[in-house]
């Protein structure tokens, strides 16, 4: 039996980014971490308004 897996750049990338993120939430304090994920969240919800958006 011949299989084709087919990797997503975007899988690599999120991917990547995990662990980049696991070791910045492993090497930071809570508050640090919190601060930073609140940023995060913030910025997500704001590429989501502008992808949705007619302008």
Do not use: P
């Not at 087919?6 to 508050?31: E, N, Q, R, T």
């Not at 601060?35 to 949705?52: F, H, I, M, P, Q």
Request: aromatic share 10%.
């Amino acid at each position: 039996m011949n299989y084709t897996v087919l990797i997503d750049w975007k899988f690599v990338v999120a991917l990547g980014a995990s662990a980049v993120g696991i070791i910045f939430a492993v090497k930071m304090d809570a508050d640090a971490a919190e601060r930073v994920s609140t940023l995060v969240v913030d910025a997500c919800k704001e590429y989501a308004v502008a992808g949705n958006s007619d302008c």
